[in-house]
């Protein structure tokens, strides 16, 4: 059963620090990772989609990075704003129908 | 274009009411996916619809629960007689291909509340 996990749960940061946000799963052998973002009350933003051929994606100050062998993906986010403040959620397909497990996501709260 | 869309956004029912929920998915999207996201879990998945057919129901509770995705018009998630553990955040996806590779497009969700 694949799990995914994301930790710390929250994380606060001072505006203008480059920071990392860590994605783990247990079964390496997933089709792609997709990162999301959550702002309160509302649904979800795809940020990053990476497939398992990819090492890493790219979009803006964005950027992703997949290890599938060690079962890992990062989000790095440089010179961080307030505008960043929101839930970060990482996610990868179970099974053929795209179906996807979900970390609990990580709150990152970035200060002026 | 216009996203997945959802309504209603927020919907409040008493036990023993039937919630419905709709979702409209991206325009050339034939995949529809609903999760359901809890206070303080993340979100889990529930069913899987491509048009007049549901393709995976393993997510979804044994009783009570039921969606669609008709030939016409959205897909619909119905929670009969609720209960107050029904309160939730329910998300709908789009994709438009079946399989793995895809890449999903969320609504904004409808939140349900149960007094």
């Known amino acids: 059963k694949q799990e995914v996990t994301q930790i710390p749960a929250a994380l606060s940061v001072p505006e203008g620090e480059n920071l990392v946000l860590n994605c783990s799963f247990t079964?390496?052998?997933?089709?792609?990772l997709q990162w999301f973002r959550q702002d309160p009350g509302k649904g979800l933003t795809s940020l990053l989609l990476?497939?398992?051929?990819?090492r890493e994606q790219t979009s803006g100050r964005l950027n992703a990075s997949l290890d599938k062998s060690s079962g890992r993906s990062t989000l790095y986010i440089a010179a961080s704003q307030p505008g960043d403040s929101a839930t970060y959620l990482c996610?990868?397909?179970?099974?053929?129908?795209?179906?996807?497990?979900f970390g609990k996501g990580i709150t990152l709260s970035v200060r002026p | 274009n216009a996203g997945v869309m959802q309504n209603p956004r927020h919907l409040v029912r008493r036990r023993g009411q039937e919630a419905r929920l709709r979702c409209s998915p991206m325009?050339?999207?034939?995949?529809v996916y609903w999760y359901r996201q809890l206070p303080e879990e993340g979100l889990k998945f529930m069913v899987y619809?491509?048009?007049?057919?549901?393709?995976?129901e393993s997510g979804m509770p044994k009783e009570r629960f039921s969606a669609e995705f008709p030939k016409e018009g959205p897909s619909i998630l119905r929670i009969q007689q609720v209960v107050r553990g029904d309160s939730a955040a329910y998300f709908c996806?789009?994709?438009?291909?079946?399989?793995?590779?895809?890449?999903?497009?969320f609504g904004e969700g409808s939140r349900l509340t149960v007094l």
């Open positions: 996806a789009s994709s438009p291909s079946q399989g793995a590779t895809g890449e999903l497009f």
């Open positions: 079964d390496s052998a997933i089709y792609n």
């Open positions: 990476i497939q398992s051929s990819q």
């Open positions: 996610a990868v397909p179970t099974g053929a129908n795209s179906k996807l497990t």
């Open positions: 325009k050339g999207h034939s995949h």
């Open positions: 619809l491509q048009k007049e057919n549901i393709i995976d």
